[in-house]
């Protein structure tokens, strides 16, 4: 655990590392703040630039624009009782009613202060678990891998919003996706159509930034009122929220517990740990502390649970391959791309890209915890900037970024089509979470599947004669069969009309 | 046809869905079999796996008609225009209007059009938008082009500012 730790100092203290880390805190809190946008959006926005940077930069980077737009959703959701992201829907709980008693101040720092230190627990988590299951997953053989894979697809469709059956439709077409290109077995062309710039594949970066950046631009365009200015209360810098949490020691413990917990299983996700949390921090609380109208536990167990998920979902995504949701497999992503496959070798071979990963996911939040609270002015300064400055300009970032990838109009062309698709899929309710992790998954499955097959002497009896990968596939099976029994019950009611548009996921 | 219409988007989704497996089968009969990458043991059969993805997802599209046929999708996704969907559509073709005359234009002269476009469909008033459109061009060029060394497209005209 150390070891790693010392492995990666080094590569993190360099001021490239300290200062891009730094940026991507303030661009996560900053992205986090405005309604619409989360973390998801705000990696996806800074990955074409993290390729021209160095592994540990790169990854502080974009970790901490995930770690600080978990947190900056709250700010909204306080502030205009409209959470930023979905993780801080249930902020808003206890958060807006602080606002209205004129203690928004209070409640945004709690918020900051609350996500940093949930988000450190869960580090401390990820550096002490994440060793300890690579030790374990150093047993997988092909056939383990295909059936973790294909647990990582089969639990985020079933978790995603929308229908299970949606959910698989959008995982295998992200398995479909990643088919695109040369056969790294046969040298063959697949699905290419005779275009030498699909002999790669389709980018994943473009596919990312068309499906959710894109499709985001969209319906916000949709969603009209470009002028408005939110009336928003001005906040100043204060440190008073610190003491204040000092009042709910175990509250913010068990919460952080919770959110890391609910993060390792993939799918999970941190809105459903951070309700989770706020109804066990209700059940235990005093009756006088009142939750629901402005109870400061009700933020704390919030905010502390979904930054807390993100520790936790960085362990199934660093030590197996398997990301835990949309966030963390855009991250996954751009981490094969640096040249860096996550899973159990990566800690055999590269312990110092790993430990960097895990400094730079402590500092993160370290950093969270000072920069978050001197620059809380800033962002509710931010709230008021009107959507039609906003748009073009998150427009025009997705299009270079996508474009500096390979200095290549073709990827703007694949960026388009995906955006197209994922405006269909989104209004036709299709979760796009599984769709990433599919086409991140695609090529691991796929070729541990036919090398599982190549290695056999029984065909596919290979896959549950090993003890491991039979239990692996027993999950899968169950989850499978929790899927058909799930789509046939809902398949019982009826239709009723979308009201609100859910950000994609 | 009512029910189509209450399930517009679903439709049209399920018809790209669909539409994937058969193109696998197609490409795996033609293309990859010409390639001699279509039969064989796991490792010279380029098609097994796409086939087997193809028919679950033939399987899961068959099964989502089925529910859309009998209604049973639980939100209807009509395909109705919301407030902002005219500009929404507009914005659409400006940029897409916008790649294709970006390799002949090149991005220090297709840009700041885009960007006023923009600006101006969203209701920013034309001196902003203007001044604005250039503002935002030029700052988004000086840190690919000046501080990531990305070659922009430079057109037909060269046009580089920052490199």
Redesign the interface.
């Known amino acids: 655990m150390f070891d790693l730790l010392r492995e990666g100092l080094p590569l993190f203290l360099v001021p490239q590392a300290l200062v891009l880390t730094m940026l991507g805190i303030v661009a996560g809190l900053v992205i986090g703040v405005l309604p619409g946008l989360g973390p998801l959006m705000g990696i996806v926005l800074m990955l074409p630039i993290a390729f021209h940077l160095p592994p540990i930069a790169a990854m502080g980077m974009l970790i901490a624009i995930y770690i600080g737009g978990s947190a900056g959703g709250s700010i909204s959701a306080i502030l205009l009782r409209i959470p930023g992201t979905p993780l801080a829907a249930a902020t808003l709980c206890d958060g807006f009613p602080m606002a209205q008693k004129g203690r928004a101040q209070d409640a945004v720092g709690l918020a900051v202060a609350a996500s940093a230190i949930g988000g450190l627990v869960g580090g401390l988590i990820l550096l002490f678990f994440s060793p300890l299951l690579a030790k374990f997953a150093l047993r997988f053989a092909p056939p383990e891998y295909f059936a973790m894979a294909l647990l990582g697809i089969l639990t985020i469709a079933i978790v995603s919003e929308g229908s299970a059956l949606k959910g698989l439709l959008a995982g295998a077409l992200g398995l479909t996706l990643a088919m695109v290109g040369t056969d790294e077995f046969t040298n063959a062309y697949r699905f290419t159509f005779g275009n030498f710039k699909l002999s790669s594949g389709p980018h994943i970066v473009a596919v990312v930034v068309g499906l959710f950046a894109l499709s985001e631009m969209f319906f916000q365009i949709e969603a009209a009122g470009f002028l408005a200015r939110p009336n928003v209360q001005r906040l100043r810098i204060s440190f008073r929220a610190l003491r204040l949490l000092g009042h709910h020691k175990f509250n913010l413990a068990r919460s952080a517990l919770i959110g890391t917990f609910f993060g390792a299983i993939p799918g999970a996700g941190g809105d459903v740990s951070a309700f989770i949390s706020y109804a066990t921090a209700k059940k235990l609380a005093h009756p006088n502390e009142k939750y629901g109208e402005g109870a400061e536990g009700g933020v704390v167990a919030t905010e502390a649970a979904n930054n807390g998920t993100c520790g936790g979902a960085l362990i199934p995504t660093l030590t197996l391959g398997i990301p835990g949701d949309a966030s963390t497999a855009v991250l996954m992503g751009a981490l094969i791309l640096l040249g860096f496959f996550p899973g159990p070798e990566l800690f055999r071979y590269h312990p110092e890209i790993v430990g960097g990963i895990f400094v730079a996911y402590l500092m993160g939040n370290v950093i969270l915890l000072v920069v978050g609270i001197l620059l809380v002015p800033l962002f509710a300064e931010v709230l008021r900037v009107p959507k039609a400055w906003l748009i073009p300009a998150v427009l025009l970032f997705s299009t270079l970024g996508t474009y500096a990838l390979q200095s290549s109009t073709f990827d703007l062309w694949v960026m388009l089509t995906f955006g197209v698709v994922g405006y269909v899929m989104r209004r036709a309710g299709f979760p796009l979470a599984p769709l990433i992790i599919g086409m991140i998954l695609g090529g691991v499955l796929e070729s541990n599947f036919r090398r599982s097959l190549l290695i056999s002497r029984d065909g596919p009896m290979i896959f549950i004669e090993r003890p491991i990968s039979a239990a692996i596939i027993t999950i899968d099976v169950i989850l499978l069969i929790v899927i058909v029994v799930s789509t046939i019950r809902s398949s019982r009611k009826r239709g009723s009309v979308r009201t609100e548009e859910e950000p994609a996921r | 046809m009512q029910r189509f219409r209450?399930?517009a988007?679903?439709w049209?989704?399920?018809a790209?869905?669909a539409a994937?497996p058969a193109?696998?089968f197609w490409?795996s009969a033609t293309?990859?079999a010409e390639?001699?990458?279509a039969s064989g043991?796991?490792?010279?059969?380029?098609?097994?796996?796409?086939r087997i993805?193809?028919s679950?997802?033939a399987v899961?599209?068959a099964?989502?008609a089925l529910?859309l046929v009998?209604?049973?999708?639980?939100?209807?996704?009509?395909l109705e225009a919301?407030?902002?969907?005219r500009?929404?559509l507009v914005?659409?073709g400006v940029?897409?209007i916008y790649?294709i005359v970006?390799?002949y234009a090149g991005f220090h002269l297709a840009?700041p059009v885009?960007?006023f476009l923009?600006?101006w469909l969203?209701?920013?008033g034309p001196v902003a938008a203007l001044a604005?459109?250039i503002g935002?061009?030029l700052a988004?060029a000086f840190?690919?082009e000046g501080l990531?060394?990305?070659?922009?497209?430079v057109g037909a005209f060269n046009i580089a500012l920052f490199s």
Do not use: H, K
Request: glycine fraction near 8%; hydrophobic fraction near 55%.
């Open positions: 209450d399930f988007f679903d049209i989704a399920w790209i869905f994937i193109v696998i490409q293309s990859l390639q001699d990458a043991g796991p490792m010279e059969n380029a098609a097994l796996y796409p993805v193809a679950i997802m899961l599209a099964a989502l529910r009998l209604g049973r999708v639980q939100q209807r996704s009509p919301r407030a902002g969907t500009p929404a914005a659409t940029f897409t790649l970006l390799p840009t885009l960007c923009l600006f969203l209701g920013i604005g459109g935002l061009s988004t840190v690919f990531l060394n990305v070659v922009l497209p």
